[in-house]
């Protein structure tokens, strides 16, 4: 048995959860309302304040969409009561970033500034010059738009210039040496 599948789910206070026909589950909470269609096959229960996900057979493809089912609704209950958020860092000399309404400008170096606009229902803070952080209720895209602004300038192995996310680690690596 899938041990992550098979574990239940509780609901906090003020979320609530329906499950329509089909697997089409609704979680609604203080942060706003999520909603996503699950695999039809999986038997989704919700009784006295708890949800519970159990596959119908163990075929291979059941099994894995069990664990995933269970973490889609866990991820999307937590996102509505607490939400997410992903913490990047500009490193380098003369790159930072600005916010201006919707708008994210980052200068990494290039010729012109990176311009990039929030998503709908994801939300950017600038903390300082070289600190930025991406809220927002939806995991996944909380992760995406993280990802996507990393990409614009990925860090370096050499003097680990670019943007990171707050706890990744860097593996450096040693510069050329001169001649002997």
Do not use: C, F, W
Request: glycine share 12%; net charge positive; proline share 5%.
């Amino acid at each position: 048995m899938s041990r992550i599948g098979r574990m239940p789910i509780a609901v906090p206070a003020g979320v609530t959860v329906d499950i329509a026909e089909n697997n089409k589950v609704t979680v609604k909470g203080p942060k706003g309302t999520l909603e996503r269609a699950l695999a039809p096959e999986m038997e989704i229960k919700q009784e006295d304040g708890t949800i519970t996900v159990s596959r119908p057979n163990d075929l291979k493809k059941m099994k894995s969409l069990h664990g995933l089912t269970r973490t889609l609704i866990n991820n999307m209950i937590i996102g509505v009561s607490q939400g997410y958020e992903k913490v990047l860092e500009i490193n380098g000399v003369g790159y930072r970033g600005a916010k201006q309404g919707k708008k994210l400008t980052l200068s990494l170096g290039y010729s012109h500034p990176v311009e990039m606009m929030d998503p709908d229902g994801i939300e950017t803070v600038m903390d300082g010059q070289n600190k930025i952080i991406v809220k927002g209720i939806d995991k996944e895209k909380v992760g995406q738009y993280a990802a996507e602004i990393r990409e614009k300038r990925a860090p370096e192995p050499y003097k680990g210039k670019g943007i990171k996310y707050a706890d990744e680690v860097i593996r450096r690596k040693v510069g050329k040496t001169g001649k002997k």
